[in-house]
């Protein structure tokens, strides 16, 4: 009986016979796909684990480096606005929006290394096309053909890197990761620690390489430099994780097949909503949660591309601004250490409420003294600066745990061949919040209107909180 099942499904063409196979059994049909030297060769766990942080960290490099910079060389081009600044990150959120579910079901239908390194492609060489166009509006007469061209060549081809560097985080960080732990959540959380312990590593060092590049040689030559890199890493990148895969057999087994039907008519838009990856999102249990984290881009105030031209118009150089975002890095570095503690005396959800309650009450104290000069009193520049500055350092550190917990929840509770198309959901949204951002800073586009958008953020991390622990609640109350 079991020989017989077996060779079903080693010869079934795709048929209902094993499509209707436990997940054990195909899993064991899969193994005998792969050639005996790849069985025999020994698990080395360690080395795979090695080998996705040194391509991570390569990948990211020029990606930080580059999304700080882009956002400079916009207020560079145009100095007496940040229209040009919002404009890009509305484009830029506007491709990752209806991107995230199509890049999403690509990976889950194509094999784990050709959908990482075809990411990675995209994103290194759309990082050096967008710094050659760049560089010409920089040299071009402000207002002038060419100008316009290379401005906008930047913006397009700059959100096409964007994309790229969604895929191959939902490949790398999102995939890759979970398949590697073998289901442990106690080694997934430390994994996913070191994943956004690079990730925030890179954002704590890249914007300072990137600002001291731009304030001590010139804006040209850290724009060739930041190009250069991307396009020398990109063959290292894909090589480490062939590395990865040699090192593990879990990460060579191949994909089990997603065999969801997929919406025939073309014309049921409803249908292919709900049967679609956004379909597939809200009917998880934690679309609450991820909903939560998704608010939190709603925000100007991350040390982002609007809050850091703001603070480059009050004044600050581009070094201090490097440094300022650094120190936010330190901070959620930090919550990447004390994740897996925290995690393992207290559990994900409780981890989360802890961060986002962190976010909101840091974000309030930091827009307290804006709100009061609004208000008329007369506080000094420096103290209003210092504790906006020391709020959005310390809120990273809530942002980053809370990140970190329904990140993971997503990884465990989502079924294996939907996490790519929910991933891809997810990052949909989260970018369709921060471009909403990006339109408030098109509409309250002048400097001194700059407050009200710090509010109104404020305003929406604690609607996000609230949100975040009603659906704790609920679950606590359902007994999950």
């Known amino acids: 009986m079991e020989a017989t099942e077996e060779q079903a499904l080693l010869t079934d063409d795709g048929g209902a016979a094993a499509r209707t196979r436990t997940t054990t059994e195909s899993s064991e049909a899969t193994s005998l796909q792969l050639s005996s030297s790849e069985l025999l060769s020994p698990e080395r766990p360690v080395m795979a684990k090695m080998s996705l942080y040194s391509s991570h960290l390569m ?207 073309a014309s049921s838009l409803l249908l292919r909503l709900r049967e679609g990856g956004w379909g597939i999102y809200f009917q998880q249990r934690l679309w609450p949660a991820a909903l939560a984290l998704a608010l939190l881009y709603l925000t100007v105030l991350s040390l982002g591309l609007l809050m850091t031209a703001y603070l480059k118009w009050q004044g600050m150089s581009e070094a201090e601004l490097s440094l300022y975002r650094g120190a936010g890095a330190v901070s959620g570095l930090l919550s990447t250490v004390v994740f897996p503690t925290i995690h393992k005396r207290s559990g994900l959800k409780a981890t989360g409420v802890l961060g986002i309650w962190w976010q909101a009450i840091s974000l309030v104290i930091a827009v307290v003294p804006v709100w009061l000069t609004q208000l008329g009193a007369h506080l000094p520049a420096s103290t209003i600066s210092h504790v906006l500055l020391g709020g959005l350092v310390a809120s990273r550190f809530g942002l980053w745990l809370f990140d970190l917990s329904v990140s993971q929840m997503l990884q465990e509770w989502v079924p294996a061949e939907d996490i790519g198309v929910e991933n891809g959901v997810q990052s949909s949204l989260q970018n369709f919040f921060q471009s909403l951002s990006f339109v408030a800073g098109l509409v309250f586009w002048s400097p001194q209107d700059f407050p009200v958008l710090m509010h109104s953020s404020a305003g929406v991390v604690i609607v996000a909180a609230v949100i975040y622990s009603k659906c704790v609640c609920c679950f606590q109350m359902n007994g999950q």
Request: glycine fraction near 8%.
């Open 59 to 265: 990948s990211t490099w020029g990606q930080r480096m580059w999304e700080f910079a882009i956002g400079l060389i916009m207020l560079e081009m145009y100095p007496s606005s940040l229209a040009l600044v919002s404009a890009f990150g509305l484009v830029d959120g506007l491709a990752t929006v209806f991107s995230g579910s199509l890049v999403g079901s690509y990976i889950d239908r194509t094999g784990r290394l050709k959908a990482a390194c075809s990411m990675y492609v995209l994103q290194n060489t759309a990082v050096a096309l967008s710094a050659l166009c760049a560089l010409i509006s920089l040299h071009s007469v402000e207002g002038s053909t060419w100008f316009w061209a290379g401005a906008i060549c930047t913006i397009g081809i700059g959100s096409i890197s964007s994309v790229g560097a969604q895929g191959s985080s939902l490949s790398v960080e999102k995939e890759w990761t979970v398949v590697l732990c073998k289901g442990d959540s106690a080694v997934l959380a430390r994994l996913n620690s070191g994943m956004r312990a690079i990730d925030l590593t890179c954002l704590l060092l890249a914007p300072i390489a990137a600002g001291f590049l731009m304030t001590y040689t010139s804006i040209t030559t850290a724009v060739v430099a930041i190009a250069a890199w991307n396009l020398a890493a990109w063959a290292p990148e894909c090589y480490m994780l062939v590395c990865a895969q040699r090192a593990s057999l879990l990460l060579r087994t191949p994909k089990q097949p997603n065999v969801k039907a997929e919406p025939t008519h």
